[in-house]
């Protein structure tokens, strides 16, 4: 079946550093690949996401590239901030269809220190 | 953008009693909404689809005596913890999709943490 594999983490970094999360997906036929963020005490939320091959999804400085000759979709941010600090999720759904539900990867934990 | 929102967001119950976890879209239909039980420090595991006036889809491995749910109308799904165990405590989601939108994401609520005694 559709599945998405994500580093493992957590992922610590200094303030201004750059950061990429490498997220690599299985699946039959052409996903919709999305990124979600889940900070301390909250819900999930949408930060980008890329429904064909080469589509780009930037969002509050975040980008990720639908890559389908390497299967893959790393998140990545040229300079994090404290404020970043989350856990980040990459997942998958095989259609826009209502009837879908997205897989998602483990889950990569961000720690930005000052 | 659209809203879901889940009731309550945290609840405390002894071990053998039922708990009911309302789940919903507040500016959008949903004729289906899926739930999620979240580990810690793991990721989201589906557990069923919930499908308007038919019944739920269950994933493998997930109990659907234990696990009761209701989605009687295109905004409201309901998920029952039955007889609920120490082992049942989680973080539990919902999530829908509005399909007038073609973006293909899907919606969270905000989650509700259930503790079992």
């Known amino acids: ?114 | 953008g659209a809203v879901v929102s889940q009731h309550p967001s945290r609840v405390i119950c002894k071990s053998g009693t039922s708990v009911k976890i309302e789940c919903r879209s507040l500016d959008f239909q949903a004729t289906t909404m899926f739930w999620y039980r979240q580990f810690p420090k793991k990721s989201l595991m589906l557990m069923a689809t919930s499908n308007e006036g038919s019944k739920a889809t269950y994933e493998q491995g997930v109990e659907k005596d234990k696990f009761l749910i209701n989605h009687a109308s295109l905004t409201l799904s309901t998920l029952t913890v039955t007889s609920a165990h120490p082992e049942d405590s989680s973080f539990y989601i919902c999530s829908a999709r509005d399909g007038t939108r073609q973006s293909g994401e899907l919606f969270f609520g905000e989650g509700s943490r259930l503790t079992v005694l």
């Open chain 1, 1 to 114: 079946g559709d599945s998405v594999t994500q580093m493992e983490g957590p992922v610590t970094l200094s303030e201004e550093a750059f950061l990429t999360i490498n997220c690599t997906y299985t699946a039959t036929g052409y996903p919709s690949l999305f990124w979600y963020v889940q900070y301390p005490g909250e819900g999930l939320q949408l930060l980008l996401k890329a429904t064909k091959a080469d589509d780009k999804g930037s969002n509050k400085g975040f980008e990720a590239t639908y890559r389908k000759e390497t299967t893959s979709f790393h998140l990545e941010k040229g300079s994090v901030q404290v404020s970043d600090s989350a856990v980040y999720f990459c997942a998958l759904s095989e259609s826009s269809n209502s009837g879908y539900a997205l897989n998602f990867g483990k889950g990569t934990s961000l720690l930005v220190t000052p």
